[in-house]
């Protein structure tokens, strides 16, 4: 449980807040995936509610994660870090940014001093918490209305083979990568046209969507599967 986890990774730390305020409200919203997932396999059909649970699952699955978060935080430090250069760019930059202090401030790093704590790089920049999670749900609504746009197929699987869903389960690729240049290859967007996103709902169904036309059912033999 300690190692392939990480704990604690909804909590917040705000003043007045419940700590778990997060992960209560999720747990509800879980608790709606599987009748949603159990309606649309049985009825063959990605539509009405069950479909805008599933959108969301899929968002939710897609910005959400601990390697999405630490890319997300090293890019925000980055610019603080390349904010925090610029200030000590000139001296007369940094008294003038000084002299707008409140008086309370009196402990004031002189410009030598700064510059070279700052060039030291002795020091790290970390994003709160609620500050991620505030990003990732303003994401997810972005990501819900992205795929909403796109064309659905629920593939069913023949008796003979189960799809295979890995911990990063909303697998997004170009339909002609040769045709990217390379720089953009490896980094598709869920708004770009000429995509398609996978989605396993469990072992026999599969979720494709594109932003052309697509058939709203489809059986899948072995090879379709593989």
């Known amino acids: 449980r300690n190692i392939a986890s990480e704990r604690d990774f909804n909590r917040l730390e705000i003043s007045g807040v419940e700590p778990n305020f997060v992960e209560s409200t999720m747990s509800d919203f879980e608790g ?3 009748s949603a997932i159990s309606n ?5 059909k990605f539509d009405g509610d069950a479909k ?3 959108l969301n699952l899929m968002a939710l699955l897609a910005i959400r994660t601990p ?3 630490s890319n997300l ?3 925000f430090s980055e610019i603080a870090d390349a904010t925090i250069e610029s200030l000590i760019a ?3 930059g940094w008294n003038a940014n ?3 202090l409140k008086d309370e401030h009196t402990d004031r790093p002189s410009y030598k001093d700064m510059k070279s704590f700052i060039e030291s790089k002795q020091y790290t920049i970390k994003m709160r918490q609620e500050f991620h999670i505030g990003m990732e749900f303003r994401a997810v609504e972005m990501i819900v209305n992205a795929l909403n746009q796109r064309n659905w197929t629920l593939v069913i699987a023949n008796p003979q083979s189960d799809f295979i869903c890995t911990n990063n389960p909303v697998a997004l690729s170009w339909n002609n990568p040769s045709e990217i240049p390379l720089f953009y290859r490896s980094h ?3 708004g770009m046209p000429d995509t398609t996103v996978q989605f396993p709902l469990s072992r026999k169904t599969l979720l494709l969507g594109t932003f052309e036309q697509a058939q709203p059912l489809l059986f899948a033999d072995e090879n379709t599967v593989a």
């Open 98 to 100: 000084l002299s707008k």
């Open 67 to 69: 390697h999405m978060r």
């Open 90 to 92: 000139t001296e007369e």
């Open 40 to 44: 649309i396999e049985s009825r063959q």
């Open 32 to 34: 709606n995936i599987p």
């Open 73 to 75: 935080g090293k890019f």
């Open 188 to 190: 598709p967007g869920l």
């Open 52 to 54: 805008n649970i599933v």
